[in-house]
């Protein structure tokens, strides 16, 4: 069971918005602005898409960005392409002697 | 554009040693703040932090793995490997090796990483 909880799968047509959380503890997402946001198609290096909440590294598209409220850190996807179907995975720093902790994963399909 | 890649034994007996490279393109390993580390997912699971080596040496390993991992480095390559010992299947998993950017107060996020390598424990 990861450290945080993701939904295992997300939907949505082309063109359409959707939201994928991100929820931990006190002790990690909602004590730190350490939280990352990783897209992975199978094969390829997962790649970094959002860092500290909510900053896009250079290259990465304006569809993507991050939010955090309380315990729970958001990425959303606006615009929804084909080429955005792929796992992503949230990552936060930690207070606990395990340093760093990932989510479980969601699987994005455009339908 | 800085680019990883995982290397070594695909198979591995249950009870031995999981050895693998990383080699980094582009850039010292020996340089700069940066943290390389390794990370898995197991099938169908989500990721897992095994450790890092910093580029001044020092090591630190996720406390579930700790007693089995060796994180090192050889900086005349440009590699960093891992050892991983008295393996068992749950250690079956997709290892990849991935750039940490962090600082003295805290780690920020991993902003390069390799595509991975599927590790199978097996007789």
């Known amino acids: 069971q990861s450290a945080l909880t993701q939904p295992a799968s997300v939907s949505g047509s082309p063109g359409q918005s959707i939201t994928i959380s991100c929820t931990g503890t006190s002790s990690d997402v909602g004590a730190y602005n350490y939280v990352s946001w990783y897209q992975h198609h199978p094969g390829k290096a997962p790649k970094l898409m959002i860092y500290?909440?909510?900053i896009r590294p250079s290259g990465v598209s304006n569809r993507f960005s991050g939010s955090k409220s309380g315990n729970t850190a958001s990425l959303t996807i606006s615009g929804l392409q084909a080429e955005d179907e792929a796992d992503y995975y949230c990552?936060?720093?930690?207070?606990?002697?395990?340093?760093?902790?990932f989510g479980g994963g969601t699987e994005v399909t455009v339908l | 554009q800085v680019q990883l890649q995982e290397s070594g034994p695909g198979l591995v007996k249950p009870s031995q040693t999981l050895s693998l490279t990383c080699s980094v393109s582009?850039?010292?390993?020996?340089?700069?703040?940066?943290?390389w580390s390794w990370i898995r997912r197991h099938p169908g699971k989500g990721l897992e932090w095994i450790g890092y080596?910093?580029?001044?040496?020092?090591?630190y390993y996720n406390p579930s793995l700790k007693s089995r991992v060796t994180i090192s480095a050889d900086t005349s390559s440009n590699q960093f490997s891992l050892k991983l010992t008295s393996v068992t299947a749950a250690d079956t998993a997709v290892y990849h090796c991935a750039r940490l950017i962090g600082y003295s107060y805290g780690l920020d996020y991993f902003d390069y990483w390799g595509q991975g390598t599927l590790v199978t424990v097996s007789s």
């Open positions: 500290e909440v909510n």
């Open positions: 080596i910093h580029y001044t040496g020092n090591t």
């Open positions: 990552s936060s720093y930690t207070s606990s002697t395990t340093l760093v902790v």
């Open positions: 582009v850039g010292s390993i020996n340089s700069g703040g940066y943290y």
